[in-house]
């Protein structure tokens, strides 16, 4: 019957408390959102697949570095031992809410020895008693009510924290995604500047040869030799800048890709495929950002964690009921007489309120309330960063597409330029060293126009990487 009832009450109690929780506050955030963008090019934006936007190069090479890095990255690996952590202390609130269970035994060996005094004309008499083995074992349970929620608020926490984890795991990844790619196609872009810095050496060392020898022949001046001889330093010490940058991209890939800085350094000098396409712009919304964007919504789960933990703290000031029980048996052996056993239950209850605390209590309500809205500020301020970060991509985008058609332009009339003068050469209308000249403009032209082809690519990382691409976004 006892046990009847108590099944009886406990799981009235539960339903009680899965459908009541006083003390809950609310963890909506009101945000502002444009309904479209200020800066979107006016070329035809695109469905794409976020989850996988570097595809869209259709470059093997850059599919391969990325599929490594997703696989070695050390802080990948850093943000995916902090989920289990997190689901630990899951775990851990969750286990607030039952029963805790224990195991207790004891047992030794007792001999006692009392003295009886105040008996006139006598020191006292001495009593003793039989040496005995005492043994005593149970299960002790207790279980502390929640009547106001708060245990199920701290659960709301802690799956908060866990969620937010796996945000963190996912905005780690955008940005690693966004990283590989950039340095790669910089890499991609300073190895072609590399090899139109040798053609130009190699044509002022011509230019400077000519000089020398029309120097002897009394046609050039030594002002002009000098000059050219200036230039060619100046030239090969741009080339020395272009080399060293193109070592400390491929050690930060290696990097990157969970390796030794120098592990790339192989395979990616020896030459370099060429990107067959590029992505198309994505076609998304501001409100878009809300779901897609990983740190948005790692804020949103900040906001619902510290709302769980002010609900939780101003249930500090309501009673708490504790509910106790234990069994078990007891036994005493004592030599030369029967052992005696015995079995013994306790049923109990207690009921507790905070009547003075110094304070305490609700300091740690005020530091909530704080924290709260701490997160719901960065939160809001996440959001506009979010914005700032896709208009400012959308126009490096259309900057650098702009100048790229500027530079497409310019070389085609430094090839024209230098096609001219070679025929005059040719005809013996023109001279060598204009030709030469010629030939110096349009690879100078050639060198910035690589230089616009790399942030044009560049461009489309940053917009995707401010897009939140990289992973498959989940309802929440």
Sequence with gaps: MNNQFLRLISLLLMAFLSSCTPTRVLDKVSLTSPEQWHHVPSVQ????????????????????????????????????????????????AES????????????????????????????????????????????????????????????????????????????????????????????????KRSSLQRETIEIQREKLRAL???????????????????????????????????????????????????????????????????????????????AQRPDLRLAQTEVSMAAANLGAARADLLPKLVLSASGGFGALAVSGFPSLAESVYALGSGLTAPIFSAGRIRAHIATADARLDQVAANYEKIFLLALEDVENAYVEHTASMERLKQLSEAEMTAEKAYRLKDALYQRGAGDYLSVLDAQRNKLAVGEELTKAETAVHVSLVSLYRAFGGGWPPTPR
């Design 45 to 92: 934006t695109v469905s794409v697949d976020l989850k996988q936007w570097w595809m869209g190069f259709q470059n093997p090479l850059l599919n391969d570095l990325i599929t490594r890095a997703l696989a070695a990255n050390h802080d990948i690996r850093i943000a995916k031992a902090r989920i289990r952590e997190a689901g630990a202390i899951v775990t851990i």
């Design 212 to 290: 020398q020898l029309f120097n002897q022949m009394g046609l050039a001046n030594t002002a002009d030799v000098a000059s050219q001889e200036t230039l060619l330093r100046t030239t090969e010490a741009a080339l020395t800048a272009i080399t060293s940058a193109e070592k400390n991209l491929i050690h930060r890939l290696g990097v990157l890709l969970g390796e030794s800085p120098e592990s790339l350094e192989n395979r990616l000098v020896s030459g370099m495929e060429r990107l067959i396409a590029l992505p198309g712009i994505p076609k998304l919304l501001p409100s878009d950002l809300l």
């Design 96 to 191: 607030a809410l039952y029963p805790s269970i224990d195991l207790f035994t004891s047992g030794g060996r007792e001999k006692r020895i009392d003295r009886i005094v105040g008996i006139p004309g006598k020191n006292g008499i001495e009593l003793i008693t039989p040496a005995a083995n005492i043994i005593s074992g149970g299960l002790a349970a207790r279980w502390e009510i929640d009547l106001f929620g708060s245990k199920h608020l701290e659960v709301e926490a802690a799956t908060a924290q866990l969620a937010g984890a796996e945000e963190a795991q996912r905005a780690v990844q955008v940005g690693l995604l966004a990283q590989v790619a950039t340095n790669y196609l910089e890499l991609r872009g300073v190895q």
